[in-house]
């Protein structure tokens, strides 16, 4: 999760659950379903989702640098 630019330019402070976007490694493109996920994925990540911002949880990255989070793998067999 990082901060997430904005068409404009501009970033935002609000955690992003996505892909890192190609060439970069702090920019994420944010990912709401995934049809090669299997259903339960998009469930976990949309409830990680609501309880990061429930909890006020920051980015490992944000620019005050209290940041926790780095990444989040989920994987099924």
Do not use: H, W, Y
């Not at 990912?31 to 299997?38: E, H, I, S, T």
């Amino acid at each position: 999760m990082v901060p997430f630019p904005s068409t404009i330019g501009l970033t935002t402070t609000r955690p992003v659950l996505g892909l890192l976007r190609p060439g970069t490694s702090d920019q994420v493109l944010a990912v709401g379903a995934c049809l090669l996920q299997p259903p339960q994925a998009t469930l976990i990540l949309a409830s990680v989702r609501q309880e990061v911002a429930a909890l006020g949880l920051l980015p490992a990255n944000d620019p005050g640098g209290q940041g926790l989070l780095v990444s989040l793998v989920l994987r099924s067999a």
